[in-house]
């Protein structure tokens, strides 16, 4: 069963009016009421009673299920100066999710049972929404012994990662597979062959060429997440791929699919909307691991999210102190914070053009990691938690001009006016941000 955690907050009392209710994976568009009772959704009708509860008047708005990230850095232990649990989870639930990921390459890293359990300790007093830890697969995170994935899932680890670095022996990887299988977790993996990587500080193509910068090829990480594949489907392991970019690993995910192998993947904001032509801005804030790719490598990325062989988009939220990233390109962490961005920047650049629908999106940012990762999926029917968000898609704002809830502000799109904006967010239950 997947565990997450939370602070004890009280259940809502609420009826939403005036809403377009639109729920794509049970089949609901239309203007109807909502009715909260104590924190699960009470009735689904064209009239509620108010029934002395709270009236949010949501005239205009879209009443959606709220957001699922399957991939955030919290950088709790170790560096909250960048970014705590609380911090993380109230930025989270300004961008309208009720659930969240942590990955695990903290300081330490969250490879023992103690650590992990500590965490969950913090975020039973601190995290505004329910918060789930991934633990890694290989102690330290540096490739060479497995962690004891079994008291690891006891504790509470929702998944196995080593996000951050490659399990580079192929060996391992096998056995982390094997060991997984046991614990009935899948293992999220970064897919990257450090000896063609190493030293990029940016796709290898026409625009690093240009610059001067040392490249990453995308084939750096398709041959990985091919090698990956094979191995799962070998042992009849589950996979997910974290943070894809390239349109060969696309390619590979799909071959592997409609082959019967047990795998997932995911695309970020910024890998949809960016190219790596971004990078002639000399902006650190564009620099992220993997790099941002050509043109053909977004469109393959958007046809995948489209067609659900990608089904999941997830910010890989990871905040960065300012004085490390005001610093050359080349000098510069890799990484940028995503979570109170992540929908209104995938509405203004990918909805609003006609390019992606707005059903599809709010699947892949909800149910979809919802399902990859075994959570309860966010619904708007009866006797379900309330796990919803309030959309004003009519909203233009400005990122940057109010301050961010996440510690830090190394955002890819400082300065940008964008349309779509979170009204309201509640979590298991409760309203979390409005």
């Not at 939403?16 to 009470?42: M, N, W």
């Not at 079994?150 to 391992?172: R, Y």
């Not at 209104?344 to 999106?361: N, Q």
Request: a negative charge; one cysteine or more.
């Amino acid at each position: 069963m997947t565990m997450l955690w939370q602070r004890e907050l009280p259940g809502a009392d609420l009826v939403i009016r005036g809403a377009r209710v639109l729920d794509p994976t049970e089949g609901i568009d239309a203007t109807l009421e909502v009715r909260i009772d104590g924190g699960v959704i009470a009735q689904v009708a064209e009239k509620v009673d108010a029934n002395e509860h709270r009236v949010i008047d949501a005239k205009g708005l879209v009443l959606a299920p709220a957001f699922v990230d399957p991939h955030v850095h919290l950088r709790t232990p170790g560096r909250e100066d960048e970014e705590t649990i609380a911090s993380g989870t109230a930025a989270a639930a300004a961008g309208g999710y009720c659930a969240i990921l942590a990955m695990p390459n903290t300081d330490p890293v969250v490879d023992s049972s103690a650590t992990l359990g500590a965490l969950v300790e913090t975020a039973r007093r601190e995290a505004e929404i329910p918060t789930g830890f991934l633990a890694a697969i290989t102690r330290g995170q540096r490739g060479e012994e497995l962690t004891e994935m079994g008291e690891l899932a006891e504790t509470g680890a929702v998944a196995f990662s080593d996000d951050g670095v490659p399990v580079a022996s192929a060996g391992l990887m096998r056995r982390a597979l094997q060991y997984a299988s046991i614990t009935d977790r899948p293992l999220a993996l970064h897919c990257e062959e450090p000896t063609l990587s190493r030293g990029g500080h940016v796709h290898e193509g026409r625009v690093a060429a240009e610059l001067g910068f040392a490249g990453y090829p995308s084939i750096g990480e398709s041959v990985a997440v091919e090698r990956d594949l094979s191995l799962a489907s070998f042992e009849g392991g589950r996979i997910h791929v974290l943070h894809l970019s390239a349109a060969e690993s696309v390619d590979a995910l799909r071959r592997a699919r409609d082959a019967g192998v047990l795998a997932s993947g995911e695309a970020t904001p910024h890998h949809l909307v960016l190219t790596d032509d971004a990078v002639r801005s000399l902006d650190p804030n564009v620099k992220m691991n993997p790099p941002l790719r050509a043109e053909r490598d977004r469109l393959a990325l958007l046809e995948a999210v489209r067609d659900g062989t990608i089904e999941a988009i997830a910010t890989d939220h990871a905040p960065h102190a300012a004085h490390e990233k005001d610093v050359p390109f080349e000098a510069a962490p890799f990484g940028v914070t995503g979570l109170e961005t992540a929908f209104a920047s995938l509405y203004v650049h990918l909805v609003k053009p006609g390019l992606l629908s707005l059903e599809t999106l709010l699947e892949r940012m909800s149910a979809g990691p919802a399902r990859i990762f075994g959570l309860e999926r966010p619904r708007i029917v009866a006797g379900a938690q309330a796990n919803l968000v309030l959309l004003d898609l009519e909203r233009e704002w400005t990122v940057g001009e109010q301050p961010f809830r996440s510690r830090s502000g190394n955002s890819w799109l400082l300065g940008a006016k964008l349309q779509g904006a979170v009204q309201m967010t509640l979590a298991a239950g409760s309203v979390v941000h409005e």
